[in-house]
């Protein structure tokens, strides 16, 4: 992989989708934490099924705080690993409300210290919330930088750190986005649609699946 097809590789995307963005739903800042905090292990769907139900009732810091872990339970419970994201979710309420007036803060160390937040948490708000060019990886974004070759690595770091020196400046910003929507809807884990992929031709993979229709034909 070289500079050349990785300028062209983005320049597809962005062409195909220009102003791409997380599938969780959220109108603020917190809103999205909350959201990332919960979709761990966990779809963008479920998330958007038990936050439409929640955020209408508490949509801040101190209203979550408020509803305390029996009382969040109830509207989460149909996500995956939904008793340990209750407590995180409320000790980040607190820490929030205490130390942040109720503000998501806008530094990567910060964000990081509130529970349940980690790097690819922290990359997503800084990202989509405050526009920072960060790179968060996931298991969608893991596979397609590996299989591409636009940025490979063993580790999520590694790759982290490898796309944030490879994807051109004027793509970095939405470059999570496109990867993730490419890992999740074409370049799948156990079947790759290569045939509908815009950058086949571009893409280091070897074993490109065939296009059905041409065997067909």
């Not at 705080?65 to 939904?82: E, K, S």
């Not at 940025?151 to 993730?180: C, N, Q, S």
């Not at 571009?202 to 059905?212: E, F, G, I, Q, V």
Request: charged letters at 25%; aromatic letters at 6%.
């Amino acid at each position: 992989m070289n500079p050349i097809k990785r300028h062209e590789i983005f320049r597809r995307l962005q062409e195909a989708n220009p102003h791409p963005t997380t599938e969780l739903e959220y109108t603020s800042p917190f809103e999205l934490l909350a959201a990332v905090l919960l979709s761990a292990q966990a779809t963008d769907v479920s998330v958007n099924a038990a936050t439409r139900k929640l955020f209408p009732v508490a949509n801040t810091p101190a209203a979550i705080h408020a509803l305390g872990v029996d009382g969040l339970i109830p509207y989460i419970q149909t996500i995956g690993l939904f008793r340990a994201k209750a407590r995180h979710l409320i000790e980040t309420c607190r820490l929030l409300v205490e130390q942040y007036d109720g503000e998501v803060p806008r530094t990567r160390e910060a964000l990081e210290a509130l529970p349940g937040v980690g790097r690819k948490t922290a990359n997503v708000v800084l990202n989509t919330a405050f526009g920072e060019p960060t790179i968060a990886v996931d298991t969608h974004i893991f596979r397609v930088a590996n299989r591409t070759g636009i940025g490979p690595g063993k580790t999520p770091l590694d790759v982290e750190l490898k796309l944030l020196r490879h994807v051109p400046e004027p793509f970095k910003r939405d470059a999570h986005h496109w990867m993730i929507l490419l890992g999740r809807y074409v370049c799948k884990a156990r079947k790759p649609e290569c045939a509908a992929c815009p950058i086949s031709d571009l893409c280091d993979y070897k074993r490109k699946t065939p296009d059905p229709l041409a065997e067909v034909a």
